[in-house]
T-cell receptor, first 113, second 114 residues
Framework: DVKVTQSSRYLVKRTGEKVFLECVQDMDHENMFWYRQDPGLGLRLIYFSYDVKMKEKGDIPEGYSVSREKKERFSLILESASTNQTSMYLC????????????FGPGTRLLVL | DAKTTQPPSMDCAEGRAANLPCNHSTISGNEYVYWYRQIHSQGPQYIIHGLKNNETNEMASLIITEDRKSSTLILPHATLRDTAVYYCIVRVVGLGNQGGKLIFGQGTELSVKP
């Protein structure tokens, strides 16, 4: 079974803090994705990566950065957390040529105070 | 990507088949139909996808009408653990590096009742 794990299920941070969200997949998938999910807005893509050290902006990259130093790990960084970044963050991975079949982690619910 | 329309909610009795409809009347010839579900407080889970033939796997069956304007996801023997929001997504497959983002609409909230 594909397994995608995220470093925390729940996280509370203060405004202005730098926040790291880690995602690891164990199926040797080339593609990895970061989404956020908010009530009424559905899932929105923040960043994705097709290969190590490769990243592409999604629909809402502002205020975020990512890092992919190893194939199995994709990190999302909130450079200076703000209250409007309170959300559920979801990581996903897929094979390169079947990117519509994505496997999601359990999510990290982030609260920024 | 073509727009999809799903009923906002449905109920199903435990042990009975759950039939979840999806309309995608503007689907084009190279677009696939994907189904995902999201159980409360968990990440979405891939269920099944198809182009024009009916598909079946260990989780569900997907029936696509001949004109491809609608489809039905069938959970043959629903259990309480199938209670979730089910999303129907229409996508062109294999766009390469043009982005693999999935656009989830509002979905159908399925409640399986004992």
């Amino acid at each position: 079974d594909v397994k995608v794990t995220q470093s925390s299920r729940y996280l509370v941070k203060r405004t202005g803090e730098k926040v790291f969200l880690e995602c690891v997949q164990d199926m040797d998938h080339e593609n990895m994705f970061w989404y956020r999910q908010d009530p009424g807005l559905g899932l929105r893509l923040i960043y994705f990566s097709y290969d190590v050290k490769m990243k592409e902006k999604g629909d809402i990259p502002e205020g975020y950065s990512v890092s992919r130093e190893k194939k199995e790990r994709f990190s999302l960084i909130l450079e200076s957390a703000s209250t409007n970044q309170t959300s559920m963050y979801l990581c996903a991975s897929s094979l390169r040529h079947t990117q519509e079949t994505q496997y999601f982690g359990p999510g990290t619910r982030l609260l920024v105070l | 990507d073509a727009k999809t329309t799903q009923p906002p909610s449905m109920d199903c009795a435990e042990g009975r088949a759950a039939n979840l409809p999806c309309n995608h009347s503007t689907i084009s010839g190279n677009e696939y139909v994907y189904w995902y579900r999201q159980i409360h407080s968990q990440g979405p889970q891939y269920i099944i996808h198809g182009l024009k033939n009916n598909e079946t796997n260990e989780m569900a069956s997907l029936i696509i009408t001949e004109d491809r304007k609608s489809s039905t996801l069938i959970l043959p023997h629903a259990t309480l653990r199938d209670t979730a929001v089910y999303y129907c997504i229409v996508r062109v497959v294999g766009l390469g590096n043009q982005g693999g983002k999935l656009i989830f609409g509002q979905g159908t909230e399925l409640s399986v009742k004992p």
